[in-house]
C-alpha cells in the first residue's frame, strides 16, 4: 500500500483567499453585483460574498459556472503561487504587484478597457487586440521589434 509521504506545499487559506479577491476583481471588471452573480450561480449573494472572503471553498463546478460568466479560463481564477509551481514559470503579471497593481485597477478607464475587453466574444479577436496593444507598448516605450532599432516618443505621446 502506497501512502502519501509529504504534506500539500500551499496553505489552502491563503489560496482560498486569493482565489476569492481574484473572483471579486472579475466580477467588479464585468459590472456584475453579488445579486446578480448569485442569481447566476443559483446561489445568495451572501454566497458569492463567502467565496469572494475566502470563508467559503469554491467547487470546481462553480468555478467552471464562473469562467463562463466572466469570460475567463479557470488560470484566471488561480493564484500565480500555483500556476507558477505547475508550470515552473513566473506569472505574466510578476512585475506589477501589492500597490501598484491596486493603483492601475482603481483608474476608471483601466476597469472600462478590461470591461470591454472581456465583452468581445472571440478569443481570437482578443488575442489579436491583445497582440496589437503589446506592439503599440513597446513602440511608446521606444522598442521598434521590426528591425530592433529604438525609436523616441512622438512629442504628443511624450510625459511631461
Not at 500555483?82 to 482603481?106: K, V, W, Y
Request: net charge neutral; with cysteine.
Amino acid at each position: 500500500m502506497n501512502k502519501i509521504q509529504q504534506t500539500c506545499p500551499f496553505d489552502l487559506e491563503t489560496i482560498d483567499v486569493d482565489i476569492g479577491k481574484r473572483i471579486k476583481k472579475l466580477r467588479v471588471l464585468a459590472g456584475y453585483s453579488q445579486t446578480e452573480v448569485g442569481k447566476y450561480l443559483g446561489l445568495s449573494f451572501q454566497q458569492v460574498q463567502k467565496y469572494e472572503s475566502g470563508k467559503n471553498r469554491i467547487s470546481f463546478g462553480v468555478a467552471m459556472a464562473m469562467t463562463r460568466l466572466f469570460k475567463c479560463s479557470l488560470e484566471d481564477l488561480v493564484p500565480e503561487a500555483i500556476t507558477d509551481t505547475m508550470e515552473s514559470q513566473p506569472a505574466p503579471d510578476a512585475e506589477l504587484q501589492g500597490s501598484a497593481a491596486e493603483a492601475l485597477f482603481a483608474r476608471r478607464e483601466t476597469v472600462s478597457l478590461v470591461r470591454k475587453y472581456w465583452a468581445i466574444e472571440s478569443v481570437a479577436a482578443r488575442q489579436s487586440l491583445l497582440e496589437v496593444m503589446e506592439h503599440l507598448g513597446d513602440r511608446d516605450a521606444g522598442h521598434d521589434e521590426t528591425n530592433g532599432s529604438t525609436t523616441s516618443r512622438p512629442a504628443r505621446l511624450r510625459r511631461a
